[in-house]
């Protein structure tokens, strides 16, 4: 059973920044597997926030550019999402994904709030 966790999510005001963290298997994470970050907000369908491929490049949705970077550390197995100068519209449930031996597997999710 693969599991991933999560932490990071909590409230914040407009502006601000917060940062989740996802630890990964150091079975899964050594392999380069791809890993990404999903949000879903209420009422609307899970979408693509940002991926880090097998070969290490960095994308992102367009509605996050230039705010949100995506990083891992190979010494804790961590992925992260640096989220910058937050907006309401951010508000969602994100969760961590990787993929893995025709696999995709899921975090728990954590709740990311933005609001004054």
């Known amino acids: 059973q693969v599991q991933l966790v999560e932490s990071g999510g909590g409230l914040v005001q407009p502006g601000g920044s917060l940062t989740l963290s996802c630890v990964v298997p150091q079975s899964i994470f050594s392999r380069h597997a791809p890993m990404a970050w999903y949000r879903q907000a209420p009422g609307k369908e899970r979408e693509l926030v940002a991926t880090?491929?097998?070969?290490?490049?960095?994308t992102y949705a367009d509605s996050v550019k230039g705010r949100f970077i995506i990083s891992r550390d190979t010494t804790t197995n961590t992925v992260y999402l640096l989220m910058n100068n937050l907006k309401p519209e951010d508000t969602a449930v994100y969760y961590c994904?990787?993929?893995?031996?025709?696999?995709?597997?899921w975090g728990q999710g954590t709740q990311v709030t933005v609001s004054s």
């Open positions: 880090f491929t097998s070969g290490g490049a960095r």
């Open positions: 994904n990787v993929q893995f031996s025709g696999s995709s597997y």
